[in-house]
């Protein structure tokens, strides 16, 4: 079920490109796009612990107070460091690119397992595994082919590097901040996720206040329309598909070849976005070279899933 709720975080996610895109078409400020984001989900996950049989706000609050710092640093890597980059590289490039690059978080989360974990033996079954290889680099020859056949037709080459660059940060500062916090988060006292979502925006909130401030200097209040698709992307992204995701997450936490795999499954929200662009932004119907880009993605996705099942069942 983990990789279920993997994809179907996917889809959400893939609506945070395609609202951000429309909010750089209506001229809003980039800053107010991502603070936005975060400063409507608070409320959103406020209400999520509140009505959980047992409210975890003491346990929150005492969760943090013992490791107060790791939190705020790690909180703010897991969000203020991927969304930040993300939304200022939405208003560089179209969605589909954006996307598409977002997907090397798909080997950033294993490339970095190792580097955090604490003894020798764990840095050493944390590593990429052959089979995992060659489905990350399946999935990413389907990325690249999407993406270089867009990029011959409509991108600026030093735009399309300092997107690049953008997206690398928030590529490698999504899986980083999630796994630390996971490890932050275990013991006695461990929250469920609900509440560590809650626990990172808390930590977070002051990053978007300031973010908030700077784009009303810039630009003043975000308009109507601006706060209508916020709103939109704080509930789809942010409430339902970070909920997904990090469920997905925290099921598979402990066999890190199937944490791999559940954020192996955010490459189909190069699909996803492909598709809804063509219904709300206009975009035109995939070509060849994207649908063999697509096919490359979903079979590097099908060999993934195929090879945990048989793991499973051989142990």
Known sequence: MDIFWGILSAFFFSLTFVLNQSMSYIGGNWLWTASLRFLFMLPLFILVVAFQKNRGFRRIYNVIKINWKSWVIWSNVGFAFFYIPLTLASTLVPAWIVASTWQLTIIAGSLIAPLIEETPEKKRNSRISKNDFFCFIIILIGITIIELQQISLKCN???????????????????????????????????????????????????????????????????????????????????????????????????????????????????????????????????????????????????????????????
């Open 157 to 315: 080459i030093l735009t399309l590097f300092i997107a690049l660059g953008l997206m690398i940060i928030s590529a490698f500062s999504y899986p980083l901040g999630n796994r630390k916090i996971m490890k932050i988060n275990k013991g006695g006292l461990s929250l469920n996720t609900g509440e560590r979502i809650l626990a990172m925006l808390i930590c977070s909130t002051p990053v978007w206040l300031i973010c908030s401030c700077i784009g009303f200097l810039q630009n003043g209040m975000p308009s109507e329309e601006q706060l209508v698709l916020s709103i939109s992307v704080a509930v789809f992204s942010g409430l339902i598909a970070t909920y997904l995701f990090f469920y997905a997450t925290h099921l598979s936490q402990k066999n890190k070849n199937r944490l791999a795999t559940v954020e192996a499954t955010q490459s189909l929200e190069v699909i996803f976005t492909m598709l809804l662009g063509v219904l709300f932004l206009g975009d035109t119907l995939p070509n060849i070279s994207k649908i063999i880009g697509i096919l490359f993605v979903l079979i590097g996705m099908v060999l993934k899933v195929l090879q945990i099942n048989v793991y499973r069942r051989n142990y």
